[in-house]
């Protein structure tokens, strides 16, 4: 089965950087996604990570360690209208050529001016 | 390009009864899965559809069921409804790895 652990709630300052974390145990791996939801609102795509290593995309970027088990999101120069929650998702191996994907509850940001 | 669309918006029902919800994937995705969405939770997968077929299945009972027709747009039935099953139920079609998410249909059953 998978578990997917990120803290429940972080808070940080406009302009300040913040960094959420995700740790998940999975029976495979097929990649790792981060997705922004703000409230009553559908996820949208953030990133996507396969490889270990850094990607970079404007403000944000995605972090990936798969010996470790392990991802962050950084944001960047926050801003008020990144107040939203933040959600770790994994691509099991088990899911094969399906593309579920598997959800930890969920880190929701608030920035503060 | 409309993206993915769902309807209705929003639905309230009462125990025991069935509910039919509708997916329209983003053109060009061929793939269709169903989410749900507990408050304060992140999305369980439900299940997923490919070709007009379940493709893969999360570990939901008997009673969500679904269908995806030749056009790739998608529909959930929900049989016998709990309490338990208020909450937001999302589409998300993809054609690769990413999944477009759509706005949701809020279901609540008093």
């Known amino acids: 089965g998978q578990n997917i652990d990120q803290p429940t709630e972080m808070t940080a300052t406009e302009g300040a950087i913040v960094q959420i974390n995700c740790t998940y145990q999975t029976s495979g791996f097929n990649g790792l996604f981060w997705y922004q939801q703000h409230a009553g609102e559908a996820p949208t795509f953030l990133s996507y990570?396969?490889?270990?290593g850094l990607e970079e995309k404007g403000r944000f970027s995605s972090f990936l360690s798969r010996s470790k088990g392990y991802s962050y999101l950084l944001l960047k120069e926050l801003q008020m209208k990144d107040s939203a929650s933040y959600l770790c998702a994994v691509r099991p191996l088990s899911s094969g050529s399906a593309r579920q994907l598997t959800f930890g509850s969920g880190t929701q940001l608030t920035v503060l001016p | 390009d409309a993206g993915v669309t769902q309807s209705p918006t929003h639905l309230i029902k009462t125990r025991g009864q069935q509910v039919t919800l509708r997916c329209s994937p983003k053109s060009g995705h061929d793939t269709v899965s169903w989410y749900q969405q507990a408050l304060g939770q992140g999305p369980q997968f439900i299940f997923q559809y490919y070709e007009e077929e379940e493709r893969q299945r999360g570990n939901f009972p008997d009673r969500f069921s679904g269908h995806q027709f030749p056009n790739y747009s998608s529909e959930l039935n929900v049989n016998a409804l709990l309490l338990g099953d208020s909450a937001l139920y999302l589409c998300?079609?993809?054609?690769?790895?990413?999944?477009?998410f759509g706005p949701g249909t809020r279901l609540t059953v008093l």
């Open positions: 990570n396969v490889l270990d």
């Open positions: 998300a079609s993809s054609k690769s790895a990413e999944q477009f």
